[in-house]
């Protein structure tokens, strides 16, 4: 996040010649007021900067002290919402004193990354430290956060030509902000309430990597000629890169060095700790602190590692795929698709083949690859069956039937296909549907013979209960796939399925009551 009060606190406190006083409290520990009340008392006996932890259950990296604090603050209901209440409510009385937040991993994964950080700036929280995600592993926290300053020139092809904003605000531009726009040499600084975008204007925006690249990688119009794309590379790459310490071009704009020549890479996007200078980022002195965000080919991105005025960052690195490979990636889909639906292969060696051969012809890279599998959703499949297993083994599988066969005695045979099918649906969402499917099956044709019947309508019960898996996301393999990528939680299977299947459930008995 990018804010001032930290910086303009440690100026005022190095004009004074004074040292920071730096203090921790757990958030809302022993509860809200209490918590309340300290912090206010912290600033008033002369802390400069409020650090607030976010209060997790287990706490390992901190001593006894800040354990059961952390706990106390989780006995009194203590959630990411309230903590953002307690930093808004401080907000409203002080606007100096800046704020950071500390803790774990979990709680903002589970609160959800996007969500967290605009919260938090919502809030009124100047920083973030957590304190269990090593540097190489925090792309998806680092990138939500922090912003790159980059310049767009609008021609005639540009989707936001002819653009006006309301409130100051750019409809087309919702997860970036624009800072400046520069017309005629002339600077334009916000709000822009009467300002109609034209051509050959120059638009100084605010915006995070990932949100940046995403757009490049769209074909985005606003953001599609930002760099360049060299059509003789086979890759292209965006690296962040930190400008060494005896730079050359310490002191230098971009535009007075000759990186960009000497390279032949492209510096697309500026980050800065300090306050932003009203100019261009291609215009602004460079300093250690800046963070450059560089495109440029495979190789050529590669050879940066020896270059004497930068460090690049290789784990930032993210590969672009290039517009010539758009038809390859439509047609071996195509084939893949075919295949499978023609029964030419079964499905599961049509989708392998499928992703070899986008590696084969380089639509994707290895890293990519490697990139996309979730080993989390490995590890919970792995553990649901597992769980399967151990109930067959362990004779849990027959104790259900034994107790179900128990509970039936005295029922009609509608009553019957009612309960077997609500007890199926709720047990679906903790193995798979087809492993419930096995289980079952012999279940109902046991009843079914009690009850002198055809198995046939208990069969068809089982089938219709079993496919009742999406109250949790270990319930069915589809559910795994996009519970990472659409960032959701178990809970949220919870609130869309329990309901579902209650009307399935009643749907099912009413069917069966009037047709038998």
């Not at 203090?23 to 912290?42: A, H, M, R």
């Not at 980022?281 to 270059?307: T, V």
């Amino acid at each position: 996040m990018i804010n001032n009060r930290i910086q303009n606190t440690f100026q005022n406190l190095k004009k004074s010649k004074k040292k920071a006083l730096i203090t921790f409290v757990t958030g809302c520990d022993p509860d809200y007021n209490t918590s309340q009340k300290i912090l206010k008392e912290l600033v008033k006996q002369g802390s400069d900067l409020l650090e607030i932890g976010m209060p997790f259950s287990d706490p390992m990296a901190d001593g006894p002290s800040i354990q059961k604090s952390s706990l106390r603050a989780l006995s009194a209901k203590t959630n990411m919402k309230k903590i953002f209440r307690l930093v808004s409510d401080f907000r409203k009385k002080n606007k100096v004193t800046p704020i950071v937040l500390m803790g774990y991993l979990n709680p903002i994964l589970s609160f959800g990354i996007q969500k967290f950080f605009k919260s938090a700036k919502s809030a009124g929280t100047d920083g973030l430290i957590v304190v269990d995600v090593p540097p190489e592993e925090d792309d998806e926290i680092s990138d939500s956060g922090k912003q790159y300053f980059v310049e767009i020139t609008l021609d005639s092809e540009n989707a936001l030509l002819g653009k006006s904003f309301i409130s100051g605000l750019l409809p087309d531009l919702k997860d970036a902000t624009i800072n400046l726009i520069i017309r005629d040499n002339e600077k334009i600084l916000p709000p822009f309430d009467d300002i109609i975008l034209e051509t050959k204007d120059r638009l100084i925006i605010a915006i995070t990597k990932n949100e940046l690249i995403q757009k490049i990688k769209s074909n985005d119009k606003i953001f599609d000629k930002i760099g360049y794309e060299n059509d003789k590379s086979d890759r292209e790459l965006i690296i962040e890169a930190a400008v060494s310490p005896r730079s050359f071009m310490i002191g230098r704009t971009i535009n007075q060095t000759n990186f960009e020549t000497e390279t032949n890479c492209k510096v697309i996007g500026l980050q800065r700790e300090r306050k932003f200078d009203r100019d261009s980022p291609r215009s602004q002195k460079l300093s250690q602190e800046n963070i450059l965000l560089i495109r440029g080919d495979e190789e050529l991105i590669r050879r940066l590692r020896a270059h004497k005025d930068i460090f690049p960052i290789e784990w930032s690195a993210i590969a672009l795929p290039l517009k010539k490979f758009s038809q390859r990636s439509r047609i071996i889909f195509a084939v893949t698709i075919i295949s499978a639906a023609t029964g030419f292969l079964n499905i599961t060696t049509a989708a392998l083949l499928g992703a070899v051969m986008m590696l084969i012809f380089k639509v994707l890279s290895i890293k990519e690859a490697l990139s996309s599998l979730d080993i989390k959703i490995y590890l919970l499949v792995a553990s649901t069956l597992m769980l399967s297993t151990v109930l067959q083994e362990t004779g849990g599988a027959k104790l259900i039937a034994d107790t179900l066969i128990l509970l039936t005695n005295n029922l009609s045979i509608p009553s019957v296909l009612s309960l077997l099918f609500i007890i199926i649906a709720i047990i679906t969402n903790f193995l798979s549907n087809n492993a419930t499917a096995v289980l079952f099956t012999p279940i109902a044709i046991n009843l079914a013979n009690d009850f002198q019947m055809q198995p046939e309508p208990f069969i068809f019960c089982v089938i219709f209960a079993a496919n009742c898996s999406f109250a949790t996301p270990i319930g069915y393999q589809t559910n795994l796939m996009v519970m990472g990528p659409g960032g959701y939680k178990f809970v949220d299977y919870l609130k869309s399925g329990i309901p579902l299947i209650i009307i399935l459930w009643i749907t099912y008995s009413l069917t069966v009551y009037f047709g038998i």
